[in-house]
């Protein structure tokens, strides 16, 4: 089984690429995210909980994330491995992520790829994506730039975590979309 994390600052482009990789090697996409802001516009209690977070450039907690992972993935149990959009985000998150795919016997995670892009580029996207979807949370660049921050300071460790265990790729995310998806494909490639 095929289980890979996209990973990210916010604006790298994993929501665009999941849906690429989704589509060439038939795989399902879990996106905290996404998962997220359905429950925020349902006002469930962990849409409540988390929309209070995010609209001031949180993350979740690690608890609420290993929530909805568990979720997700009871969700889609005949399913031929996962692209994990948005998850893991803290050493936490990543120590238990082995223990709960096994739980729902989709293996082990393969690899980690690690979309780099410039912060510039970033916050353009970003900007540009809040006028598309209107998202909260990409609408002030000093939300953004928090944001990225928090990704710098609490998130991007986990790239070491996955280095540690040979499980980590690094892509350059600037350019244009084809592009970017074909330096992630022959990195996917090597671990089919």
Avoid at 136 to 152: A, F, G, L, S, W
Wanted: aromatic share 8%; proline share 3%; glycine share 8%.
């Amino acid at each position: 089984m095929l289980n890979i994390i996209l990973f990210g600052p916010p604006g790298a482009g994993k929501g665009t690429q999941s849906k690429k990789i989704i589509e060439k090697f038939n795989l399902t996409h879990i996106s905290t995210g996404d998962v997220l802001r359905k429950n925020i516009e349902k006002r469930t209690p962990l849409g409540i909980e988390a929309k209070k977070l995010i609209d001031d450039g949180n993350y979740v907690t690690d608890e609420m994330a290993i929530e909805i992972i568990h979720n997700e993935l009871s969700n889609h149990n005949n399913s031929n491995g996962f692209i994990f959009d948005g998850f893991p985000r803290t050493t936490f998150q990543a120590e238990q992520f082995s223990n709960i795919l096994s739980k729902h016997g989709g293996g082990d995670v393969t690899l980690m790829i690690s979309i780099e892009v410039d912060e510039i580029l970033l916050v353009e996207r970003l900007m540009n994506r809040s006028k598309e979807s209107g998202r909260p949370d990409d609408r002030q660049e000093d939300i953004i730039k928090k944001r990225i921050d928090i990704y710098h300071s609490r998130t991007s460790c986990i790239k070491d975590f996955y280095k540690s265990r040979g499980k980590f790729e690094s892509i350059n995310g600037n350019g244009k979309i084809d592009v970017i998806f074909n330096r992630i494909c022959e990195v996917i490639d090597k671990y089919k």
